[in-house]
């Protein structure tokens, strides 16, 4: 009788298509497991639809993302391994606080409540998006200035250019300014039960070039898990940036899971 695959959930950030994942599907199935890479609630199904109906995604806040992918991994046959980038990775700390995973991999990701470091690059990829209150409950396109140095900043721009002309979608930028004023809200959405000393292992992995997600905010995170007897693990990319996942690049990040999660016996 065959062995049950072990299933992956991949969970995209703001302003990349779920199809961003595709390589890493690939490699996760050749190496053992039943990976799956959902959009965000209401996501269309390709870039192209996703750049014509960006009201499809609108409004869309962290817990009602949180939800749509419990809801997914309810019904999975077995607890998945979350692996998420940026704003995913922050839902991939926030599902394993709950006990959702097997295992969770948060890559360079978005701040949880908790974190009060904020870069001065940070504050700059936040800007066209804070910088006006009615875009709160819309989704907004990066320019590929904006995606340049809000992702591609380690890169040579011509790959910077390609990778926002193939993955770079709206994206609903409600959970930005959850996230920015998280530390003066009660019960904000971006809180993580980092005290859970039942959930599975964490991995968080930081790029010390990031603008979007620095590393000393991932550091920051990192240090808030101290009260957890779970296993919680930093790993640090030497001149990374946030497009670690989908430039030319992305492979040594994977790998480096695929190490780790055979250390866990995963």
Same mark, same amino acid.
């Given at each position: 009788?065959? *062995?049950?695959? &072990?299933?992956?959930?991949?969970?995209?950030?703001?302003?990349?298509?779920?199809?961003?994942?595709?390589?890493? +599907?690939?490699?996760?199935?050749?190496?053992?497991?039943?990976?799956?890479?959902?959009?965000?609630?209401?996501?269309?199904?390709?870039? +192209?639809?996703?750049?014509?109906?960006?009201?499809?995604?609108?409004?869309?806040?962290?817990?009602?993302?949180?939800?749509?992918?419990?809801?997914?991994? =309810?019904?999975?046959?077995?607890?998945?391994? $979350?692996?998420?980038?940026?704003?995913?990775? $922050? $839902? &991939?700390?926030?599902?394993? =606080?709950?006990?959702?995973?097997?295992?969770?991999?948060?890559?360079?990701?978005?701040?949880?409540?908790?974190?009060?470091?904020?870069?001065?690059?940070?504050?700059?990829?936040?800007?066209?998006?804070?910088?006006?209150?009615?875009?709160?409950?819309?989704?907004?396109?990066? @320019?590929?200035?904006?995606?340049?140095?809000?992702?591609?900043?380690?890169?040579?721009?011509?790959?910077?250019?390609? $990778?926002?002309? *193939?993955?770079? +979608?709206?994206?609903?930028?409600?959970?930005?300014?959850?996230?920015?004023?998280?530390?003066?809200?009660?019960?904000?959405?971006?809180? #993580?039960? @980092?005290?859970?000393?039942?959930?599975?292992?964490?991995?968080?992995?930081?790029?010390?070039?990031?603008?979007?997600?620095?590393?000393?905010?991932?550091?920051?995170?990192? *240090?808030?898990?101290?009260?957890?007897?779970?296993?919680?693990?930093?790993?640090?990319?030497?001149?990374?940036?946030?497009?670690?996942?989908?430039?030319?690049?992305?492979?040594? #990040?994977?790998?480096?899971?695929?190490?780790?999660?055979?250390?866990?016996?995963?």
């Amino acid at each position: 009788m065959n *062995k049950l695959r &072990t299933p992956v959930v991949f969970i995209h950030g703001l302003w990349l298509h779920a199809g961003s994942w595709n390589p890493w +599907i690939e490699l996760f199935r050749a190496s053992g497991y039943e990976p799956v890479a959902p959009g965000y609630p209401g996501e269309p199904a390709t870039v +192209i639809g996703a750049r014509n109906n960006p009201h499809a995604v609108a409004d869309r806040g962290i817990q009602d993302v949180f939800e749509h992918y419990a809801k997914i991994i =309810g019904t999975l046959p077995s607890a998945p391994i $979350l692996i998420g980038h940026s704003f995913g990775g $922050l $839902l &991939t700390q926030k599902l394993m =606080g709950e006990g959702l995973g097997l295992a969770g991999v948060a890559i360079t990701p978005g701040q949880i409540k908790g974190v009060l470091a904020i870069p001065l690059a940070q504050l700059r990829t936040g800007l066209p998006v804070l910088r006006n209150p009615f875009n709160k409950n819309k989704a907004i396109s990066l @320019t590929k200035g904006q995606f340049r140095y809000g992702f591609g900043n380690a890169l040579p721009m011509a790959e910077s250019d390609e $990778l926002f002309e *193939k993955w770079a +979608i709206p994206s609903p930028v409600r959970g930005v300014f959850e996230v920015a004023f998280a530390n003066l809200t009660f019960n904000a959405p971006s809180s #993580v039960n @980092t005290k859970n000393s039942d959930r599975g292992p964490l991995l968080l992995i930081s790029g010390t070039a990031d603008h979007s997600a620095p590393d000393v905010t991932t550091r920051a995170a990192f *240090k808030l898990y101290r009260d957890s007897g779970a296993v919680t693990a930093l790993n640090q990319f030497e001149g990374r940036g946030h497009s670690l996942t989908v430039d030319h690049g992305w492979k040594d #990040v994977a790998s480096t899971i695929l190490t780790w999660l055979k250390e866990q016996k995963l």
